[in-house]
C-alpha cells in the first residue's frame, strides 16, 4: 500500500498532526524526541461521492480508500551523520512514497523550539540538509562502482554514471534531487531506481496557530515563496485547531465550527487530498447492493490494469468494462436510468479510466 511520511524537527507539530489525520494514536507532548518509533497509521481517503452514491444504491457498507502514514519523528541537525535519533529515521524515509513537511509557523513560548527562535526557513533548510547529505553518500557509494562498471563498456552503468552525476552536481550546490529531469526514459528509469529521499514528491505544510487557519501569516507566506520556487505545494494547517475539529462527534458541529473558523473543509481533509494527488493517485468507483467502494489507482492507468486492482483474475480475462461518469449516475439516478438515457459507456483494452468513474468489468473466468 501507499505510504506518505512526516518529516519536520522536533515540536513543529508532526504527532498532533498525525493524530488527527490516522486512526493511530502518537504521543503528542513537550518534549523534543517524544515520538521515538514510527508511527504507522491508516488514513481514509475523504471522498464526497461515495455518500452520494450511497444514496441512490443503499448499499450494505461504504469503503473509502485507504494510504498509510508514517511519523518520523528524530531528525535534527547532524542526523545524517547519525546525530540524535537520526540515522535511522532517514531509513524510514525511503520506504515512503511521499513526504508530508510540516514546518513550525507559530509562536508559543511554551513549545520549546530546537534552534530557539521560529523561523520556518532556516528549520525546511535543515532538514533538506540532512536528506541532501544522506543522498549525497548513497551517490557517492554508488559512483565510484558504476564508473569502474561503465569503462568496462557497461551500457546501463553509463546511464546510471550520467544520473548519478547530474544528482551530485545539483545536491552540492544545496538543491534537492527533484529538481533534476531527465530526458531519456533509461535515465528516468535509473533515478527512481535509486530511491532518493530528495526525490520524492513533498508536500510543505505550514502549521499556523487558530487565527491563521484561514490565511496563513507572514511565516506561511514566506514558505509559500520558497515553495514556488521550487515548484512544490504548501498547504497551511492549524495542526492544533484541527485536533479540535476531529474530536466533534457529529458533522453539524463539525460545520459550525469549521464556518466559525471560515473554513470550507478542514485542513486534514485537504492535507489528504493533496497528498492523493501528489502522488498521481486517483480514484474509480465500483457501486453495488453490497458496497460502494473506492479504488485507488495510478493516473494514466486503463481499463485491464484498474481491474487487476480489484483482482488479478479480472485483469487476465478482462473482455470489457462497463463505465458511468458520476456525474451522470447523479443526474439520472439509477443505473437503469443511465442504461435507458444511453449513458453507459462500453469500453476496451485502451480505454483510459478517469477519476470517479464507476467502474464494471466484465471478464471471463
Ligand atoms: P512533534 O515533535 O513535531 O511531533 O510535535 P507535537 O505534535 O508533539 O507538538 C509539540 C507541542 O506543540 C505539543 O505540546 C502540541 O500541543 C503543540 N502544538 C502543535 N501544534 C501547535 C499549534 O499549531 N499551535 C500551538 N500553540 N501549539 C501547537
New binding site residues.
Partial sequence: SLKCG?V????????????CVSSAK??????????IEPNVGMITVPDERLTKLAEIVHPGRIVPATCEIV?I?GLVKGASKGEGLGNKFLGNIRETDAIIH?L?????E??THVDGTIDPIRDKEIIDTELQLKDLETIEGRLSKQQKVAAAGNKDAKVEVTVLEAYKEALEQGKNARIVEFESKEEQQAARNLFLLTAKPVLYVC????ASAKDGNDYSRRVEEIAKEEGAEVLVI????E?DIAGFESYEDKRMFLDELGLEESGVNRLIKKAYSLLDLQTFITAGEMEVKAWTYKRGWKAPQCAGVIHSDFEKGFIRAEVIKYDDYIKYGSEAAVREAGKLGIEGKDYVVQDGDIMHFRFNV
Avoid: H
Avoid at 519536520?8 to 498525525?18: A, E, H, I, R
Avoid at 503528542?28 to 517524544?34: D, E, H, R, V
Avoid at 492549524?238 to 485547531?241: D, F, H, N, P, Q
Fill in positions: 512526516i519536520g524537527l522536533p515540536n513543529v507539530g508532526k504527532s498532533t498532526l498525525f493524530n502518537a504521543q503528542a507532548a513537550n518534549f523534543p524526541f517524544c515520538t511519523d519523528a510540516v513550525r509557523c507559530f509562536d508559543d511554551n513549545i502549521n499556523v496557530d487558530e492549524a495542526a492544533k485547531t485536533e
